[in-house]
């Protein structure tokens, strides 16, 4: 019983939501800045994406961190 009292005061505690609040905040705003890089420059990097070889993808390093182009080769 003890312990479900300090879990539930721990859990409805103003500072540990806040925490949690500002951590889920930082997460989206980091994913939304992420999109909009890739909605920004996928005309420029995609092509280079497109014409490699499968191989070349699984293998090539730089083609590794354009991995994210395989959302955008319809619009290329």
């Known amino acids: 019983m ?4 300090m879990l539930t005061l721990l859990i409805c505690n103003p500072i540990t939501m806040g925490v949690i609040g500002g951590v889920k905040w930082s997460r989206d705003y980091n994913a939304s800045l992420k999109t909009a890089y890739e909605e920004r420059n996928y005309a420029r990097v995609c092509p280079e994406y497109k014409a490699a070889s499968t191989w070349d993808r699984w293998f090539d390093q730089n083609l590794g961190y354009i991995d994210w182009c395989e959302k955008y080769l ?3």
């Open 74 to 76: 319809d619009r290329v």
């Open 2 to 5: 003890r312990t479900l009292i």
